[in-house]
């Protein structure tokens, strides 16, 4: 059961515009987000969260969109360099778990920036 | 300050046989996480550590164990390996302040190879 889905496995984007990655939730407990990124041979890195309390977060080039009645958050980044080829990973949390640092993640998208 | 370290980056076993990782998280971080990353199935959560105390547990079998020792280091176990245990096994710490954050610091990972 798949409570994370991330349905789009990779994505090209033409360098400079916008990338907008999507991911979906089954479980209305969900109210933490986050985004990850990884690069080969590395672990994930954390990128941004948003809160069920908040629909925006912005750090930079990077926006987070939570749409709570859809169950649908976004990632945007405008505008997308090179560097941001990775897998992006979206990640829930659920307040029953407070004190408990439990993720559930999505299988992840492919995002590959064309110079 | 270090980052998450964890060993052996690289491993290849047999059916049958039994493994354990290891996992030193960053200075002062209190909570241990393990994760395992398989193609198509994104990052699985195993189980977390607090204290030498297990908080979390994913839904894996009992072949899939852990530990934290009272520096926080954590190790992990698996036992009569399968072909499908092959994956990147994930570590991850966090300060755990007591308000979930979901920011989690990972480490490269431990590669194993199952034959």
């Known amino acids: 059961d798949q409570q994370v889905k991330q349905n789009s496995p990779s994505l090209s984007v033409q360098e400079g515009r916008i990338s907008i990655l999507n991911c979906d939730y089954t479980n209305s407990m969900f109210d933490y987000f986050l985004w990850y990124k990884k690069y080969p041979a590395e672990g994930p890195t954390f990128l941004i969260s948003i809160s069920s309390i908040k629909d925006k977060n912005e750090d930079g080039r990077f926006t987070v969109f939570l749409n709570k009645s859809a169950k649908h958050l976004s990632l945007h980044i405008v505008p997308s360099q090179p560097g941001d080829s990775a897998v992006y990973f979206c990640a829930a949390s659920a307040a029953a778990n407070f004190g408990n640092e439990k993720l559930t993640f999505g299988t992840g998208t492919r995002l590959t920036i064309i110079p | 300050k270090a980052g998450v370290t964890q060993t052996p980056r690289y491993l290849i076993k047999t059916r049958g046989q039994q493994v354990t990782l290891s996992c030193s998280p960053i200075?002062?971080?209190?909570?241990v996480s393990w994760y395992q990353q398989t193609p198509g199935q994104g990052l699985q959560f195993l189980f977390e550590?607090?204290?030498?105390?297990?908080?979390n547990k994913g839904n894996f079998p009992g072949r899939f164990s852990g530990r934290q020792f009272s520096n926080s280091r954590s190790e992990m176990n698996v036992s009569t390996l399968e072909l499908g245990d092959s994956a990147l096994y994930l570590c991850?710490?966090?300060?755990?302040?007591?308000?979930?954050?979901?920011?989690?610091?990972f480490g490269e990972g431990s590669r194993l190879t199952v034959l």
């Open positions: 550590y607090f204290s030498e105390t297990q908080r």
């Open positions: 200075s002062g971080h209190r909570s």
């Open positions: 991850a710490s966090s300060l755990d302040s007591g308000r979930p954050t979901g920011e989690l610091f």
